[in-house]
């Protein structure tokens, strides 16, 4: 999924500080307020200013920790603030953050090379391209991008980017979107990358998380 402040709820869970699962139930993140509120079908007790961690899942991973002080709490609802957010490994690889960044792709095309028009009325032969794209999205696991071209989604992939340095990153396609004005939007799982753009990229991700931390 991507990484977004605004959804109304999540799937939480309350935690001890020693990281000692309490109560499962959805959150919901006020920026405005600097308060992350949990509810659940029976909510512990809690003192005002005792201390909790709350953190935040996704298909069963825990993504995001928001530790702080109970403000209000009731038999179906805690409310915390003074809120210390810390993002945690495994948004890097559930998260998809939203980049806009220009890449190039090796891929193998169906139609004749641009340019390139013969005598007679041949069926093109497949060929190879590197195409100019738009990289709209990243995670450690996968990788969305935008271009005009209709790819065989059964192919390899080869994105390559300068910043982040990543270098021939093998991608498989997993869904292609017809987003209309000749433009197609694929969502990609990494399926090979090098340790030195792994590395860059690793790097990278770490700055998004930082970036859209809720309560910098």
Same mark, same amino acid.
Not at 1 to 5: A, D, L
Not at 12 to 31: A, C, M, N, Y
Not at 67 to 93: D, F, H, K
Not at 141 to 166: M, V, Y
């Given at each position: 999924?991507?990484? !977004?402040?605004s959804?109304?709820?999540?799937?939480? *869970?309350?935690?001890? %500080?020693?990281?000692?699962?309490?109560? &499962?139930?959805?959150?919901?993140?006020? $920026?405005?307020?600097?308060?992350?509120?949990?509810?659940?079908?029976?909510?512990?007790?809690?003192? #005002?200013?005792?201390? %909790?961690?709350? *953190?935040?899942?996704?298909d069963?991973?825990?993504?995001?920790s928001?530790?702080?002080?109970?403000?209000? !709490?009731?038999? $179906?609802?805690?409310?915390?603030?003074?809120?210390?957010?810390?993002?945690?490994?495994?948004?890097?690889?559930?998260?998809? /953050?939203?980049v806009?960044?220009?890449? @190039? %792709? $090796?891929?193998?095309?169906?139609r004749?090379?641009?340019?390139?028009?013969g005598l007679?009325? #041949?069926k093109?032969?497949?060929?190879?391209? *590197?195409?100019?794209? #738009?990289?709209?999205?990243?995670?450690? #696991?996968?990788? @969305?991008?935008?271009?005009?071209?209709?790819?065989?989604?059964?192919?390899?992939?080869?994105?390559?980017?300068?910043?982040?340095?990543?270098?021939?990153?093998?991608?498989?396609?997993?869904?292609?979107i017809?987003?209309?004005q000749?433009?197609?939007? /694929?969502?990609?799982?990494?399926?090979?990358?090098?340790?030195? &753009?792994?590395?860059?990229?690793?790097?990278?991700?770490? /700055?998004?998380?930082? $970036?859209?931390?809720?309560f910098?």
């Open positions: 999924m991507s990484y !977004s402040k959804d109304p709820k999540f799937p939480g *869970v309350i935690k001890t %500080l020693d990281d000692r699962p309490v109560e &499962s139930g959805t959150i919901t993140v006020s $920026q405005e307020n600097k308060s992350v509120e949990f509810r659940g079908e029976f909510v512990p007790l809690y003192n #005002r200013g005792e201390h %909790l961690k709350i *953190v935040r899942t996704q069963g991973v825990e993504v995001i928001y530790t702080g002080e109970v403000y209000l !709490s009731s038999p $179906q609802m805690l409310r915390i603030v003074s809120i210390t957010e810390e993002m945690l490994p495994g948004a890097r690889s559930v998260f998809l /953050y939203d806009d960044l220009p890449a @190039k %792709l $090796q891929a193998e095309l169906t004749p090379p641009k340019g390139k028009f007679f009325h #041949r093109p032969q497949p060929h190879e391209e *590197v195409l100019d794209v #738009r990289v709209h999205a990243v995670s450690l #696991r996968q990788i @969305k991008f935008t271009t005009e071209e209709l790819l065989d989604e059964t192919q390899p992939l080869l994105l390559s980017l300068e910043e982040p340095r990543l270098q021939k990153v093998q991608l498989t396609i997993n869904h292609m017809d987003l209309g000749s433009k197609r939007g /694929y969502k990609c799982s990494i399926a090979s990358i090098d340790a030195a &753009s792994r590395s860059n990229l690793e790097s990278y991700i770490s /700055y998004l998380s930082t $970036q859209n931390s809720s910098r």
